[in-house]
């Protein structure tokens, strides 16, 4: 079965560039990638999704492994609002519709 | 805001009673998910409709249901309430099948 390994915990100071990474050795070729945050008591929020090529927008970048099994989120320049769990999610085919496997998520911690 | 509305907010219920949890998503937003929030744990996706159809489902329980109605917002019904029942619902609504998904702030449900 499909599924993705992200650390429990990071640091980052503000500021600086942040790489939260992503195993997914079991990935399969149509399964995409998702990446949400979820800041102190709200909902999750989007970052950012991708196939096989590196995709950037407002938020953030993803950068998907050649092979795929491994991706990571980054943060240009982190902010103390950025301090939240960020949750690697694989998008698979599932007898006949889809399904989301989630990671247990990374909790960024951001320093003044 | 992110314009998706959960009602109610908060639910007290006994255990082996039944309820509904409501989702109206973003306008003109066609697909609706349901994830479950337990405490101090990380997400789980439940289901996802698009138009009106199932498109892709997690580790809903049996207990569990949901469905789309034609002017799109959804409901998801928790039956044969157990204590481990106990958490944060939360719907989130999307464009497309496949698009960024906008949360609603959750229902925090409690079962005594």
């Known amino acids: 079965d499909a599924k993705t390994t992200q650390p429990n915990s990071m640091e980052s100071n503000e500021e600086e560039p942040v790489h939260l990474p992503c195993n997914h050795s079991?990935?399969?070729?149509?399964?995409?990638i998702h990446w949400y945050r979820q800041l102190p008591s709200q909902g999750p929020e989007y970052v950012i999704h991708?196939?096989?090529s590196n995709v950037n927008n407002r938020m953030a970048s993803l950068a998907i492994a050649e092979d795929r099994k491994s991706s990571t989120l980054i943060l240009h320049r982190a902010t103390l609002r950025d301090a939240a769990v960020y949750y690697c999610i694989l998008r698979v085919p599932s007898r006949g519709t889809y399904k989301y496997i989630f990671g247990t998520g990374t909790r960024l911690k951001v320093l003044a | 805001d992110s314009g998706v509305t959960q009602t109610p907010k908060h639910l007290i219920t006994a255990t082996g009673q039944r309820v509904t949890l409501r989702c109206s998503p973003r306008s003109g937003d066609l697909s609706v998910y349901w994830y479950q929030q337990s405490l101090d744990q990380g997400l789980q996706f439940l289901i996802q409709?698009?138009?009106?159809?199932?498109?892709a489902k997690g580790n809903i329980l049996e207990r569990f249901s949901a469905q789309q109605f034609p002017d799109l917002h959804s409901e998801l019904n928790l039956s044969s309430l157990e204590l481990g029942d106990s958490a944060l619902y939360f719907c989130?609504?999307?464009?497309?099948?496949?698009?960024?998904?906008?949360f609603g702030q959750g229902t925090r449900l409690t079962v005594v």
């Open positions: 079991t990935i399969s070729g149509t399964d995409y």
């Open positions: 991708g196939l096989t």
């Open positions: 409709y698009y138009n009106g159809e199932e498109r």
């Open positions: 989130a609504s999307s464009v497309g099948e496949y698009t960024e998904a906008f």
